[in-house]
C-alpha cells in the first residue's frame, strides 16, 4: 500500500524569507500523480500544486514550485518570498494512475506552516 | 465559477441522534468524495459518488452512508452519532471518476457530538 510521510510537524519562516516543505512517499507503481494542498485557519483546503509523475520538469505555480525526485521518491515543496497569507496546514497527497486504486488520494499528516512578520 | 458548497456550516449533536450534511459541487463536476478530518487521524476518506453510484468507500462503520442526486449534488449521513464522529467533514468534487482530474474542496462542516 502506498503511504505519504511528512517529517515536518511545524516550521516557521520569516515573511519575505523561502521555506521547503518536505514530503516522502512510498509506491511500487510508476504512474502516478502528487498534490500539495494548503489549509489555513478557515478550514477550506485548496490546491497548491499538483505534479504528474511521467513528467520530469518540476511543476512551479508562481510563488510555489516543487522538487520532484521519483527515484527518492520525494515531492519537496518550496515557497519563495513567504507572505503572511501562506500560513496554513500544508498537505502533500498522492493518487495512483491505476483504476485498481479507485484513485483515491492518500494523505499525509501535513506541516503547519508559521509566517513570522 | 462557483466552489463547492457545504451546508450547514457547523453542527451540534448529541450521542445517538442522526445527521444530514450536504454538499454542491462546482458545476459540470459529476464526482463527488468525502472525507473526515480529526486531529488524531487526520484525512480519511469516506466514500465517492459519481453520476449517482458509489464507486468506493472507505473504512468506515455502516453508520456513515451517503447518495447522490441526479444534479450531482451529494449528501452524507450519520446515524446514531458517537463523540468519536466530532470531525470536519470536506466535500470534494471533481469532473469526472478518473485519476488525471483535480479535486477542489469545500469548506467543510464542523460537527461536534455531545
Known amino acids: 500500500a502506498q503511504t505519504v510521510t511528512q517529517s515536518q510537524p511545524e516550521m516557521s519562516v520569516q515573511e519575505a524569507e523561502t521555506v521547503t516543505l518536505s514530503c516522502t512517499y512510498d509506491?511500487?507503481?510508476?504512474?502516478?500523480?502528487l498534490f500539495w494542498y494548503k489549509q489555513p485557519p478557515s478550514r477550506q483546503m485548496i490546491l497548491v500544486i499538483r505534479q504528474e509523475a511521467y513528467k520530469q520538469q518540476n511543476a512551479t505555480e508562481n510563488r510555489f514550485s516543487v522538487n520532484f525526485q521519483k527515484a527518492a521518491k520525494s515531492f519537496s515543496l518550496k515557497i519563495s518570498d513567504s507572505q503572511l497569507g501562506d500560513a496554513a496546514m500544508y498537505f502533500c497527497?498522492?493518487?495512483?494512475?491505476?483504476?485498481?486504486?479507485?484513485?483515491?488520494?492518500?494523505w499525509g499528516a501535513g506541516t503547519k506552516l508559521i509566517i513570522k512578520p | 465559477k462557483a466552489g463547492v458548497t457545504q451546508t450547514p456550516r457547523y453542527l451540534i449533536k448529541t450521542r445517538g441522534q442522526q445527521v444530514t450534511l450536504s454538499c454542491s459541487p462546482i458545476s459540470g463536476h459529476r464526482s463527488v468524495s468525502w472525507y473526515q478530518q480529526t486531529p488524531g487521524q487526520g484525512l480519511q476518506f469516506l466514500f465517492e459518488?459519481?453520476?449517482?453510484?458509489?464507486?468506493n468507500k472507505g473504512n468506515f462503520p455502516g453508520r456513515f452512508s451517503g447518495r447522490q442526486f441526479s444534479n450531482s449534488r451529494s449528501e452524507m449521513n450519520v446515524s446514531t452519532l458517537e463523540l468519536g464522529d466530532s470531525a470536519l467533514y470536506l466535500c470534494?468534487?471533481?469532473?469526472?471518476?478518473?485519476?488525471?482530474?483535480?479535486?477542489?474542496f469545500g469548506p467543510g462542516t464542523r460537527l461536534t457530538v455531545l
Open positions: 459518488y459519481f453520476s449517482e453510484t458509489q464507486r
Open positions: 470534494a468534487s471533481k469532473r469526472v471518476y478518473s485519476s488525471t482530474d483535480t479535486q477542489y
Open positions: 509506491t511500487s507503481e510508476s504512474d502516478y500523480y
Open positions: 497527497a498522492y493518487r495512483s494512475a491505476f483504476m485498481d486504486s479507485n484513485y483515491q488520494l492518500i
